[in-house]
T-cell receptor, first 113, second 111 residues
């Protein structure tokens, strides 16, 4: 049972580099989202998508891009990494029915130096 | 005002104790409510959904108070393995699937 798969698990970037965090789900969920989690800040929504071809901004979208070309995949792109983007990133997916829980990937620990 | 607010704790309790967490939400149109558990350096996982009538799963009881706009989680007979961070989550309903999370409450159960 794969569920939500995130890669990579760990990444170190230099300031100014770009990279893509991958997220894939095999549950045919319409809704997918990216969060970042920092100490004392809880989970903050970066971007989300309610279906293929549809994305929208969350609370903290600056510095990140997303696209949703298929139902299964929802990659997160860091355009020009900054130390402030050092964080743990979680991808999540859920069905859009009321009361449906969100399933999370295992997370990506990103350090920008 | 934040969408969802939780007391971050930490709560430090001995084994066997009963502990309760509350979580308040600001939007009265919120429709779905959840408690998640997050172990250190792991992803959040659903602990239980919270229904209008309340629900119980073993030592865990979750309740919803719509009038006062809060949800609660009660853990009875605490075990060492209950040590974790507990996150409440609320779905407003305007965008089905979008969850608003509290910052989490840290629980440590000591022997």
């Amino acid at each position: 049972n794969a569920g939500v798969t995130q890669t990579p698990k760990f990444q170190v970037l230099k300031t100014g580099q770009s990279m893509t965090l991958q997220c894939a789900q095999d549950m045919n969920h319409e809704y997918m989202s990216w969060y970042r989690q920092d100490p004392g800040m809880g989970l903050r929504l970066i971007h989300y998508s309610v279906g293929a071809g549809i994305t929208d901004q969350g609370e903290v979208p600056n510095g990140y891009n997303v696209s949703r070309s298929t139902t299964e995949d929802f990659p997160l792109r860091l355009l020009s990494a900054a130390p402030s983007q050092t964080s743990v990133y979680f991808c999540a997916s859920s069905s859009q029915g009321q009361g449906e829980e969100a399933f999370f990937g295992q997370g990506t620990r990103l350090t920008v130096v | 005002r934040k969408e969802v607010e939780q007391d971050p704790g930490p709560f430090n309790v001995p084994e066997g104790a009963t502990v309760a967490f509350n979580c308040t939400y600001s939007n009265s149109a919120s429709q779905s409510f959840f408690w998640y558990r997050q172990d250190c350096r792991k992803e959040p996982k659903l602990l239980m959904s919270v229904y209008s009538s309340g629900n119980e799963d073993g030592r865990f009881t979750a309740q919803l108070n719509r009038a006062s706009q809060y949800i609660s989680l009660l853990i009875r007979d605490s075990k060492l393995s209950d040590s974790a961070t507990y996150l409440c989550a609320v779905n407003r309903g305007s965008t089905l699937g979008r969850l608003y999370f509290g910052r989490g409450t840290q629980l440590t159960v000591w022997p």
